[in-house]
Each structure stands twice: as C-alpha cells, then as structure tokens.
C-alpha cells in the first residue's frame, strides 16, 4: 500500500466513527491546514467509488456561490440534468421532482434538500443509505449568505428529523470561512506531511546508496526538523544536500537546497547568514531563467517579512524584468501587482496605478489561456474602483476585460487604500 492510501486508511476509520458519533448533527465540518483539508477532498472523491462508497450517497459540488437565492437551484438543476439522463436509459423510473412548500424561506436551501428527501423515499436502493453533500465553492460571492443558507439547511434537516442526510464542508482550522454553527459538529484531520513524504521517499526510492536518494532523504530530513523547530539540526541536513547537489552537478537541486536553506536561517533568526545564503543563490543561478525569477520573487517575499519594503520592490522590480524578457508574462504580472499593491497608500496612488497599467501591458502579449490563469481580473477590479471619477478609462478598461473574460470579469477585492 503506498503512503497516500495508507492516510486514506486512516481518514476513512476517523470518518466513520465521526459519523457513527454525530447521527443527530445535519452537517459535519472537516479542519486542516491545506493539504489536510485537500486530502480530506481527495477522500470523499475516493467515495464516490461504487466498492468504496458501499450503499451511501456522496455528493460533490465545486460550483460557485452566487448567492443565498440561487445555490439550491444550482445543485437541483445539476441533478435533475442526471435524473433526465437516467430516465432515457432506463424503465420504470420514479418521477423526481421538486415540490415548493407552503412557508417562506429567506434562502433557496430548501430546493436542495427536499429533493434529496425525496429520494430517499422514491428509490428502494437508498432507503436506508444515507447521502452526504460536500460543497465547497470555487468562488464565494458572499459569505454572510453563505452561512445563512447553510444554517437553514441545517434547520430543514432538525425539522424533518431525517438523519440520513448531512451537509458537509472542509476549511482551514485557523483562517475559517464560516461563522461558528451550533447545528454542525467539527472534526480536526491532522496529517504529519514531513511522515508522509519521509515515507513516500522509501516508498519510491528503492535504490539505496545513489546520490540522488541521499539527497532526498537530506532534504526530507531538513522538512522533518523545520516541522519541530529544530533549526540548527535541518540546517545541517541542508548543507549537507547543498554539498551533495555539487558533487552531483544539479544544479537546480543545489538551488532548492540553498533557498530551503534562507527559509531555515530566517526561521532561526539569523537574517544576516540568510541573505548572504541569497547572494550566493544570485551567483549560481542561472541567468534569465524561470528559476532566477522565482528566486528574486521567493527573496521579495523574503524581504517582505523582515519589514524592508523598498528592498522587496526592488527584488519583485528585478523579477519582473527577466520574466518579461524571458516571455514568462504571468510571473511579471504578479510581481507587478505585488508592487502596486504595496502602494495602495493616497501618497502612492499614482505609483500603484503605473504598475497595475504595467500588468495590462503586458497581458496584451499573452494567449487567452494564459490571460485567464495570471492575477490580471484581480489586478483589472482594483484598477476599476480606483480610477473612480474617470469615466473613461473605466470604459476602456471594461471593454478590454470583457473582449479577454466575458462580461462577468470583475472579482472580488478590497477598496483600494488609495481610493
């Protein structure tokens, strides 16, 4: 079994004796740090599976929320489009369909959950299965309606006393989207990553005694030590994958081991050794490559969190100028934007809007597909908001997105500082 199914082992057992604990809560709340919470993801989707979901029902949706009026149509409309498909390949199919109730709601909850109601009494197969709902917007146009159309779920199902249906969401333990809920019961998944890529490196890397696999298992080791806080330990481990990167002539795994190595040091508290390990990666890259221009990006960031702006914006300056030469166009709109956003003060306003306009620029260059995964929409909207008064370069620039995104362009952003 390799290391990834051994967690999915894990999670599966945890997720059984959450549900075998909680018959009478309608919605569970997975938390995690990100990989948690993606493994979480991953699980539910191995679910989905006919020999692994067993009898119960696993229902996954990534669609927008686009308001509280709208999301339970969105999910009907979805499963009616598989109920009609299923209806034409099949006989003698029980007539499905969503019956509006005599009391008012303040969201369309209901038109998601009384047709899973329905179908557990229409169809025999599963009666007594029970169905799980995990919903997990892309986009979240507002999360205060968001959460009330999750409380009156909540309240629907309490009220029908139906316990076979469950509402289910993953966030982040810390940086949580929705407000506390007294209806959901929450759940803490904890994934040990450094075990987990300890255990992938031996899983995968059956040659013992190469370089390579030494070099791995110096950085794993270096990942495993950060993870406790033992810094003077993973910078040995890094030093070490440094030296055995040379002797191996990779330079691109010298380069990750000496950036990994800036990220030890800043841990620890010794900025100065930090940024001499910088100015050695400056000498040993190679020059106008994708892998310089994450350095002076990764140095930026850096720079950012020991307070020196003016430094940073000369690394992301820096970056930007070679990702441009080099056509990497989505890596110069980022570090673009990365300076305007540094701007967004009223004594800076106009050094804010020259960067941004420098992002459009350069999005003149790029194919669609690149357009679309760059921050340019991000960049666009606070451009929008900040041009304010001036009409016409706020027609120009809603003209220019909607030829690059549709009319639907605009994302969500903070009012500018600047105005």
Same mark, same amino acid.
């Given at each position: 079994m390799n290391p990834v199914d051994l967690e999915l082992v894990k999670l599966k057992r945890q997720w059984k004796k959450v549900v075998s604990k909680n018959e009478e809560k309608p919605m569970l709340i997975c938390t995690g740090e990100q990989h948690e919470t993606d493994l979480f993801?991953?699980?539910?989707?191995?679910?989905?599976?006919?020999?692994?979901?067993?009898? #119960?029902?696993?229902?996954?949706? $990534?669609? +927008?929320?686009?308001?509280?009026?709208?999301?339970?149509?969105?999910?009907?409309?979805?499963?009616? +489009?598989?109920?009609?498909?299923?209806?034409?390949?099949?006989?003698?199919?029980?007539?499905?369909?969503?019956?509006t109730p005599d009391?008012?709601?303040?969201?369309?909850? $209901?038109? /998601?959950?009384? =047709?899973?109601?329905?179908?557990? &009494? &229409?169809?025999?197969?599963?009666?007594? /299965?029970?169905? $799980?709902? $995990?919903? @997990?917007?892309?986009?979240? @146009? #507002?999360?205060? +309606?968001?959460?009330?159309?999750?409380? +009156?779920?909540?309240?629907?199902?309490?009220? @029908?006393e139906n316990k076979d249906?469950?509402?289910?969401? !993953?966030?982040?333990?810390?940086?949580?989207?929705? =407000?506390?809920? @007294?209806? /959901?019961?929450?759940?803490?998944?904890?994934? #040990?990553?450094?075990?987990?890529?300890?255990?992938? *490196? !031996?899983?995968?890397?059956?040659?013992?005694?190469? *370089? #390579?696999?030494?070099?791995?298992?110096?950085?794993?080791? !270096?990942?495993?030590?950060?993870? &406790?806080?033992?810094?003077?330990? *993973?910078?040995? /481990?890094?030093?070490? !994958?440094?030296?055995?990167?040379?002797?191996?002539k990779n330079k691109q795994a010298e380069i990750s081991a000496y950036f990994m190595l800036t990220q030890a040091y800043n841990a620890d508290k010794k900025k100065d050794k930090a940024e001499d390990t910088y100015r050695i990666i400056f000498e040993e890259v190679e020059p106008d490559s994708p892998l310089e221009v994450q350095m002076y990006m990764n140095y930026g960031s850096s720079l950012l969190g020991n307070s020196k702006k003016a430094k940073a914006e000369k690394a992301f300056e820096k970056a930007a100028q070679v990702a441009e030469k080099i056509g990497e166009y989505a890596m110069a709109i980022e570090c673009y934007r990365i300076i305007g956003t540094l701007n967004d003060t009223i004594l800076t306003k106009d050094k804010m809007i020259r960067y941004f306009e420098k992002c459009l620029e350069i999005a003149r260059l790029m194919e669609p597909a690149a357009k679309e995964q760059s921050s340019l929409r991000f960049v666009a909207s606070m451009l929008f908001l900040t041009y304010e008064g001036d009409n016409e370069k706020k027609t120009g620039l809603d003209k220019e997105m909607k030829n690059y995104f549709g009319d639907d362009w605009k994302v969500s952003v903070e009012r500018p500082k600047a105005g």
């Open positions: 993801d991953g699980f539910l989707k191995s679910r989905l599976s006919e020999d692994e979901g067993g009898e #119960d029902v696993f229902l996954l949706h $990534y669609q +927008e929320f686009n308001g509280m009026s709208s999301f339970g149509q969105t999910l009907w409309d979805e499963w009616k +489009e598989f109920y009609e498909m299923l209806e034409k390949s099949e006989d003698n199919i029980p007539e499905w369909k969503l019956k009391q008012t709601f303040k969201t369309d909850a $209901y038109k /998601a959950f009384y =047709p899973l109601l329905e179908l557990k &009494k &229409k169809f025999p197969n599963i009666r007594d /299965a029970k169905i $799980y709902l $995990y919903i @997990s917007p892309v986009r979240i @146009s #507002d999360i205060e +309606e968001l959460s009330l159309w999750v409380k +009156e779920w909540c309240h629907l199902s309490t009220m @029908s249906i469950k509402l289910v969401w !993953a966030e982040h333990h810390t940086h949580k989207t929705l =407000p506390q809920n @007294s209806w /959901a019961h929450t759940f803490r998944v904890e994934v #040990d990553i450094h075990q987990l890529m300890q255990n992938t *490196a !031996a899983h995968t890397n059956r040659k013992k005694n190469s *370089a #390579d696999t030494d070099f791995q298992q110096q950085i794993l080791t !270096a990942s495993n030590h950060l993870s &406790k806080g033992r810094f003077k330990e *993973a910078e040995n /481990a890094l030093r070490t !994958a440094v030296k055995l990167a040379k002797e191996q």
